[in-house]
């Protein structure tokens, strides 16, 4: 296996300064997560603290034995006895066979990030995956992307009410099973499918929700690694964080107006705002039997945001005091129960996570603990030996892909040839000029709507030209081309997914069938660097 760091343009102006100009951002966090010593220092700060190590081993070992965990990861909670022992975390909500390629990165992140402070502190450090189970927005996780004929979405056919938190909602293992085949099925049969599939097939047999179908799989994949997975709203979890929702209810305000005076803070330095938060939010659910209800404050009474429930203060206490398993975070209180709930010495964030947590330091402060350092997840494009092949015999520069796309690429190849490719060079075409063409628009829009309306007829006029041009060429020679085309295609997909990322798109699955149930947890030992903003691997 080959491994390249990648650098590009980055377009989140956080996660540069977080990168290469932290002091810059110092104010927003309690450590920095480049600088040997503050890992030190956290290491020491976890052991004034005190943790329920006791009853969060017993739920770990019930929970990850369940999900079919192997001897590593057992022993790996079996250390969470010791006070010295601490943990690097990341998570992500529950996603089919795993959700984007992202969710699989974050997990070799807390997993190799484990390992490297485990080396330099010369104490166990333990790699824990947070699976946000609460999270009840199913039409994000429903489906994946798989190639037919381009990269199409592949849905699960069962639906939910939308208000269901992902960890309440019962798996039907009919949708199930027959979205699972229907994903084999676009699968070419390699050497590894069938193994593949009984793996997936095992997991989805012993999950009742789809919860669990995620943390079995994940499980599976790292089955040697010792990942400890962990879902936050089983109910055992929940009545031990009974404490630390009084505690958010309690200093609610305060945590609050910090939050977002921090967020107003960020908009004035030309940062991104991930949370929007506003004063009167609570940051806290209330399940309405199965529904997830978003609490906000008015006045000293917590209030659905839709109007459904109504709560004094005392009568919320009760219930975090009572029954806690009613109770769920958002993006503000989570990284709080995390930190309360486990001695977690870092964090491990996307770009979107780091940005939020960038206004949570007075949020920690308010409940007298401080920020574990955060270091950015991992960043992989993965490319098989037939695509750097083939992209190598075309002269084609993976990199300069990964960087910039296959536009100009495409167009170069389709400009080259007297012969030329109708159809895709008209589109190309088209699309040049109406980009060339949007600042008109713009200024159009400014002036009024008549001269709106002139702007886009005379859009439409260009773009007819092109068409009444191409009509009179020959399309015979287009098949001269096709194989070429196709591969560009078929390699923007790949590197480029819808102008974005790999791992924003692309599920694991293509690459398990290809390589093996075994490949990403085969990722060889390498110092790597979570400064570095991508690479890209080679199979």
């Not at 997560?33 to 956290?42: I, L, S, T």
């Not at 939010?281 to 839709?306: I, P, T």
């Not at 001695?343 to 949570?360: A, D, H, R």
């Not at 993976?398 to 296959?406: A, I, Q, S, T």
Request: glycine letters at 6%; hydrophobic letters at 35%.
């Amino acid at each position: 296996m080959r491994i390249d760091p990648v650098q590009f343009g980055e377009t989140n102006t956080l996660m540069k300064d977080y990168r290469y100009n932290f002091e810059k951002l110092a104010n927003k966090f309690d450590y920095s997560p480049f600088v040997e010593r503050a890992w030190e220092e956290r290491f020491r700060e976890l052991q004034s603290r005190e943790f329920k190590r006791e009853e969060t081993v017993e739920i770990l070992k019930k929970m990850n034995e369940y999900y079919g965990a192997g001897a590593e990861t057992l022993a790996h909670i079996e250390r969470l006895y010791e006070k010295d022992s601490t943990v690097m975390i990341a998570g992500q909500q529950a996603g089919l066979l795993t959700g984007p390629m992202y969710t699989v990165n974050k997990a070799i992140s807390v997993i190799e990030a484990a390992k490297q402070k485990e080396k330099m502190l010369g104490k166990p450090v333990l790699p824990v995956f947070w699976v946000a189970g609460e999270d009840h927005d199913f039409e994000e996780i429903n489906h994946v992307y798989l190639e037919q004929d381009g990269l199409k979405k592949q849905k699960i056919s069962q639906a939910t009410d939308g208000k269901t938190s992902v960890s309440d909602v019962d798996l039907d293992s009919e949708a199930a099973n027959e979205f699972v085949k229907a994903c084999f099925r676009h699968l070419p049969e390699s050497m590894h499918t069938k193994d593949v599939y009984r793996h997936v097939h095992h997991a989805l047999e012993g999950a009742r929700t789809y919860s669990d179908f995620f943390a079995k799989i994940l499980t599976s994949l790292f089955k040697h690694q010792g990942l400890i997975v962990l879902d936050a709203h089983a109910p055992s979890i929940r009545k031990l964080e009974s404490d630390y929702f009084i505690q958010m209810i309690e200093h609610n305000e305060a945590i609050a107006s910090g939050v977002y005076a921090k967020e107003q803070e960020n908009k004035r330095q030309g940062y991104p705002v991930t949370i929007d938060a506003e004063v009167s939010d609570a940051h806290l659910f209330y399940h309405d039997g199965k529904q997830r209800v978003l609490l906000m404050r008015e006045g000293s009474r917590f209030v659905g945001k839709q109007g459904e429930v109504e709560f004094s203060e005392d009568e919320l206490l009760m219930i975090a005091e009572e029954t806690p398993e009613r109770l769920s975070n958002n993006v503000v209180t989570r990284p709080l129960m995390q930190d309360l709930l486990l001695p977690c010495l870092g964090f491990i964030g996307g770009p979107g996570e780091i940005s939020y947590w960038s206004v949570l330091r007075s949020a920690f402060s308010e409940l007298s603990i401080k920020m574990p350092p955060t270091l950015p997840r991992l960043s992989f494009t993965f490319i098989s030996n037939s695509i750097k092949n083939r992209a190598r015999t075309e002269g084609i520069d993976l990199y300069e892909v990964l960087r910039n796309g296959l536009s100009e690429e495409k167009m170069n190849f389709l400009s080259s040839h007297s012969e030329v490719p109708l159809e895709e060079m008209k589109r190309e075409m088209k699309e040049q000029i109406s980009r060339l063409h949007a600042p008109f628009r713009r200024e159009a829009e400014r002036t009024g709507p008549d001269v709106l309306g002139y702007a886009e007829k005379n859009l439409e006029y260009m773009e007819s030209l092109i068409d009444d041009m191409g009509d009179r060429i020959s399309k015979e020679h287009l098949k001269k081309y096709e194989n070429t085309l196709a591969f560009y295609s078929r390699l923007e997909d790949v590197i480029r997914p819808k102008g974005g990322l790999q791992e924003r798109i692309w599920n694991p699955l293509p690459f398990l069938n290809e390589f093996g149930w075994d490949f990403f947890s085969k990722i060889p030992e390498y110092e790597w660097d979570f400064r570095q903003q991508h690479y890209l691997i080679y199979s």
